[in-house]
C-alpha cells in the first residue's frame, strides 16, 4: 500500500489536493504499520474481511498462471487470493512500504506454520516495488489486484495503467477501495464518522502522527468512485468493466477484462517486453 502526508486536518478544503508525494508517503505508512490492520477495521467497521472474501469470489482464476496483489500492504488480499487459487498458482504480493511487507512476510509465515508445511500452496513472495512502475515484464499475471491502495498512488491513472501492462490478455484487473454510500442519512452519517470520530479513534491508538489518521479519510473523500472510477478502469484499457457497491456504498469492488491480443501481433509485443528488473523482497 502507498498514501501520503500530513492533510491540515478539519480546516483542510475538501477541493484541495492531498499531497502524495513519495517519501512522506512511504515515512507516513511506516509509522502506522503497526495500527494499519486495526486502521482498516475501524475504516470499515469491522467489515472488511467480509468485502476482501466477496472481491475474490469475483476472480476468474484458471491455470497455473501467477497473480500480483499490487499495494498489498500488511497482505490480507494476497493470502486470501493464495488459500482459494490452490498449490498450483504463485501469488505475489508487492508495496513500496517496507514496514508494512515485514507485517505481511510475518502473517504468511505464521500462517504457513499453521498450517503444517503451507497447505499444499506455494508460499507468497512480497517484493518492494514502485506501483507506478512495476518490475514486471508485460502480459505476466492472470489477475492483478489492489485492495484500499490505489486513492493512494501518487498518479491513479498511471498505476492504473501498469496493473494492466502486467496483466494478461483476457485476464482481470480487480479493485477493491472504499467508496462514498449514496444515501443522504447514511452518507451525512458516514463522513462525520470519517471526518470527526476517526481522527480521534487513531491518535488515541497512535500517538505519534495524527496527519496519518486525518489522511486516511480525506484521501476516500476525494477520491473517484463508482462510474468515475469505472470510466477510468475504461480508460486504462479494460473491457466490460463492472463494479458492485458492498455494504450500500461504503466499499466497492470494480472488475474489468484486459482485451486478448490480436494473435499477429503476440510475437511483436513479446519482443517488446520491458527487461524485468531486480526486486528486493522481504525476508527479514
Known amino acids: 500500500m502507498s498514501a501520503s502526508h500530513q492533510t491540515g486536518g478539519r480546516h483542510r478544503k475538501a477541493t484541495e489536493p492531498l499531497d502524495k508525494s513519495g517519501q512522506r508517503v512511504r515515512e507516513m505508512f511506516r509509522q502506522i504499520a503497526p495500527r494499519y490492520d486495526t486502521m482498516n477495521h475501524l475504516l470499515s467497521l469491522n467489515i472488511d474481511k467480509w468485502w476482501r472474501?466477496?472481491?475474490?469470489?469475483?476472480?476468474?482464476?484458471?491455470?497455473?498462471?501467477?497473480?500480483l496483489d499490487m499495494c498489498c500492504g500488511t497482505g490480507d488480499l494476497a493470502i486470501e487470493i493464495a488459500n482459494r487459487a490452490g498449490g498450483d498458482v504463485q501469488v505475489i504480493g508487492?508495496?513500496?512500504?517496507?514496514?508494512?511487507?515485514?507485517?505481511?512476510?510475518?502473517?504468511?509465515?505464521?500462517?504457513?506454520?499453521?498450517?503444517?508445511?503451507?497447505?499444499?500452496?506455494?508460499?507468497?513472495?512480497?517484493?518492494?516495488a514502485d506501483s507506478m512502475q512495476l518490475p514486471f515484464t508485460n502480459d505476466r499475471f492472470q489477475c492483478v489486484t489492489v485492495a484500499f491502495g490505489l486513492r493512494n498512488i501518487v498518479d491513479t491513472d498511471q498505476g492504473l495503467r501498469e496493473m494492466v501492462r502486467v496483466?494478461?490478455?483476457?485476464?482481470?484487473?480487480?479493485?477493491?477501495e472504499f467508496s462514498q454510500p449514496t444515501l443522504p442519512i447514511l452518507k451525512q452519517l458516514y463522513g462525520f464518522y470519517f471526518r470527526s470520530v476517526l481522527p480521534r479513534v487513531g491518535q488515541m491508538l497512535a500517538r505519534n502522527d495524527k496527519s496519518a489518521y486525518e489522511y486516511l479519510?480525506?484521501?476516500?473523500?476525494?477520491?473517484?468512485?463508482?462510474?468515475?472510477?469505472?470510466?477510468?478502469?475504461?480508460?486504462?484499457?479494460?473491457?466490460?468493466v463492472e463494479y458492485q457497491p458492498l455494504t450500500l456504498g461504503v466499499a466497492t469492488i470494480y472488475i474489468g477484462k484486459k482485451p486478448a491480443a490480436p494473435q499477429s501481433s503476440t510475437a511483436t509485443q513479446r519482443a517488446a517486453d520491458p527487461v524485468e528488473q531486480p526486486m528486493r523482497m522481504v525476508t527479514q
Open 94 to 128: 508487492s508495496d513500496f512500504c517496507h514496514a508494512m511487507l515485514e507485517i505481511a512476510r510475518d502473517k504468511e509465515d505464521s500462517r504457513v506454520r499453521d498450517a503444517a508445511g503451507g497447505a499444499g500452496r506455494p508460499t507468497i513472495p512480497f517484493f518492494e
Open 217 to 240: 479519510p480525506a484521501s476516500v473523500g476525494q477520491f473517484p468512485c463508482g462510474e468515475a472510477l469505472a470510466d477510468r478502469l475504461r480508460q486504462a484499457g479494460l473491457e466490460e
Open 167 to 176: 496483466c494478461r490478455p483476457g485476464g482481470q484487473v480487480m479493485v477493491l
Open 53 to 67: 472474501r466477496k472481491a475474490v469470489d469475483r476472480l476468474t482464476i484458471q491455470g497455473d498462471a501467477p497473480i
